[in-house]
């Protein structure tokens, strides 16, 4: 049973269009993340979102639309795509957003290629 | 942005021997974390430090926290292939994880 799923793996697709990336987690989280990773392996976080809540939004383009419609999920939209969007996009949770130490699981990652 | 920087950034060594690599920063940490990638997967943690000084071994992986908490190392005694990874410090601060520059770790048979 995977703890942290997302869909697609894998995602080929041309300028401009307009698609979503979807993120699951069965632990019982209240905290979700999306975090993007470039072609240099540096892993940046994206949004944060706490029981529904966003509390993190690193200064991400407007094309970029997280939405939680639920605490087990977080999926996030991407419109008008450009090269440079092209990225390993990873879909994270934690059981809270605060204290020390607290554990990160992440999802497999999500492949994005903008032709 | 406070930087994690982390050293060497690319690392290739023999199925055997010892490693180190670093993590530094010229800010203090509240706590540091270890993660370890492997391709195509996510990131996995591997350890939590919080107290200067503080040691920490995981079978062949040891981890150190800098007494200033400003710097972080982790030694791997006897690398063996499984070892081989993109290996990530990180820390936590104003309620979201900040990652370092990574090391990607190649062990060669």
């Known amino acids: 049973d995977t703890a942290v799923s997302q869909t697609p793996k894998y995602l080929v697709t041309q300028m401009g269009n307009d698609k979503s990336i979807k993120c699951e987690q069965n632990l019982g989280h209240d905290t979700m993340y999306w975090y993007k990773q470039d072609s240099k392996k540096f892993l940046k976080i994206m949004f944060s979102y706490n029981n529904k809540e966003l509390i993190i939004n690193e200064t991400v383009p407007n094309r970029f639309s997280p939405k939680s419609p639920d605490k087990a999920h977080l999926n996030l939209h991407i419109n008008s795509l450009e090269l440079g969007d092209s990225a390993v996009y990873f879909c994270?949770?934690?059981?809270?957003?605060?204290?020390?130490?607290?554990?990160?699981?992440f999802g497999e990652g999500s492949w994005l290629t903008v032709v | 942005t406070q930087l994690l920087e982390q050293s060497p950034q690319f690392l290739s060594i023999q199925e055997g021997e010892n490693l180190t690599v670093y993590c530094n920063s010229s800010?203090?940490?509240?706590?540091l974390q270890w993660y370890r990638q492997e391709p195509g997967e996510g990131p996995v943690l591997l350890v939590t430090?919080?107290?200067?000084?503080e040691v920490k071994k995981l079978k062949r992986l040891t981890f150190q926290f800098g007494d200033a908490r400003k710097d972080s190392s982790l030694h791997i005694t006897a690398a063996q292939p499984g070892d081989t990874g993109l290996y990530l410090c990180a820390r936590t601060s104003n309620e979201k994880l900040t990652f370092g520059t990574g090391t990607r770790l190649t062990i060669i048979p």
């Open positions: 994270a949770s934690s059981q809270d957003s605060r204290g020390l130490g607290n554990t990160i699981y």
């Open positions: 430090v919080v107290t200067g000084g």
């Open positions: 800010s203090v940490f509240s706590s």
